[in-house]
């Protein structure tokens, strides 16, 4: 790389299509080097965001800055940006290879600095053997990583990818996210990288961003956003299987309370939501209380289902008050449906939710004063 990282700034940048806002107000800065993941649901705007710093859509109020200078008024080609897009973009009528050195060749580039960068991609990205093919002469994950090899052989101060692994099968999409995360480190440039996926956000991320309904809802680095979130909808987002919820409402006694458990505390709210990671479960045939931080059998229950996936187990479990809860557990520990277990909570690793759905700082999860 011969162009320095480029730090980007959002500055109260919104989006409308009509009454429709698919971004609101958004803050966030992404350092010089940085590998930003943005993640959410499918239409929570992170798409369009990147749209809007690549300058392909027009930013309905605030400002967008690349480099130190703010773009909005900046062609996209004149942004030091490369986007690497979801549908490929390739030109048909173009040769891999083509495809590949075209953003070099438009910038002047040697014909020897061109072929020497198009098959160092070629063969990070295992196209080798298909530089002299067309488009329409590849498969949809063999466009996709065309595509992405486009943006790889430039020198842009910051690249932008929309979802670029989607249409890659399992392996090869585990492979080039590696390979994504070693250019990186390799290069050292800006990166803002678009997701659904939670397990790509939290393994490629120097930090991520978690969006909801055209906003930010958390940017944190991967361990903040896991064991820190800070509402009940990133609590429930990231985490496979999610997290598990448990209602709690104040009783007589001013105590929150919900199934088997009451949680001491001057509270400022009449309602509120405890959520325990599945891995923050123990589970037994005896209550042994298997975790470091939980106490002995805070319940006793039926299992419902197990998933058994090699390396672990799934437990469901018929829950508090009913609940459907989850416990990650190891794959020595014999259950099946229909055992009953006692099941231990690390309550310092759980997390309390006020009716807003904001996270309770302190404490997280008070421990049970009393059992019913």
Not at 40 to 53: A, D, E, M, Q, V
Not at 77 to 89: L, N, P
Request: contains cysteine; aromatic residues 6%.
């Amino acid at each position: 790389m011969t162009t320095p990282p480029r730090a980007v700034s959002l500055r109260g940048v919104e989006k409308r299509f009509g009454d429709v806002a698919a971004v609101a107000a958004v803050d966030l800065d992404v350092r010089p080097g940085e590998l930003m993941v943005l993640v959410g649901p499918s239409g929570c705007g992170k798409s369009t965001l990147l749209r809007l710093i690549a300058g392909l859509e027009e930013a309905t109020a605030g400002e967008v800055w690349i480099g130190g200078r703010c773009v909005d008024n900046v062609a996209p080609g004149d942004r030091d940006v490369a986007m690497v897009f979801q549908s490929y973009a390739l030109y048909p009528h173009m040769t891999v290879a083509q495809n590949l050195g075209f953003g070099l060749k438009v910038r002047g580039a040697s014909r020897e600095d061109i072929g020497r960068r198009v098959d160092d991609v070629a063969a990070l990205l295992d196209l080798a053997g298909l530089l002299s093919r067309r488009p329409g002469q590849l498969s949809g994950g063999q466009r996709q990583r065309v595509a992405l090899g486009r943006a790889m052989v430039r020198d842009p101060g910051v690249f932008l990818f929309d979802e670029p692994l989607s249409n890659l099968d399992a392996g090869l999409r585990l492979r080039t996210r590696d390979e994504i995360a070693a250019l990186h480190r390799r290069l050292g440039t800006t990166m803002i990288f678009v997701t659904h996926d939670q397990v790509e956000a939290l393994s490629l991320g120097d930090r991520v961003a978690v969006m909801d309904g055209g906003r930010l809802q958390q940017v944190g680095t991967p361990h903040e956003i896991y064991r820190r979130p800070a509402n009940l909808f990133v609590a429930g987002f990231v985490g496979s299987p999610p997290i598990n919820r448990l209602p709690l409402s104040r009783g007589a006694d001013g105590h929150l309370a919900g199934g088997p458990f009451r949680f001491a505390g001057d509270w400022a709210f009449d309602e509120a939501t405890l959520g325990v990671r599945p891995e923050d479960l123990g589970a037994d045939p005896e209550p042994t209380g298997a975790l470091p931080g939980a106490t002995p059998a805070d319940f006793k229950t039926t299992v419902l289902r197990v998933e058994a996936l090699g390396s672990e187990q799934r437990v469901h479990l018929d829950g508090p008050a009913g609940a459907a809860w989850i416990a990650r557990v190891s794959p020595a520990l014999e259950v099946a449906a229909g055992d009953r277990l006692a099941v231990s909570v690390a309550w310092d690793r759980g997390h309390l939710f006020g009716p807003d759905g904001a996270r309770v700082a302190a404490p997280p999860c008070p421990i049970p004063d009393l059992r019913t």
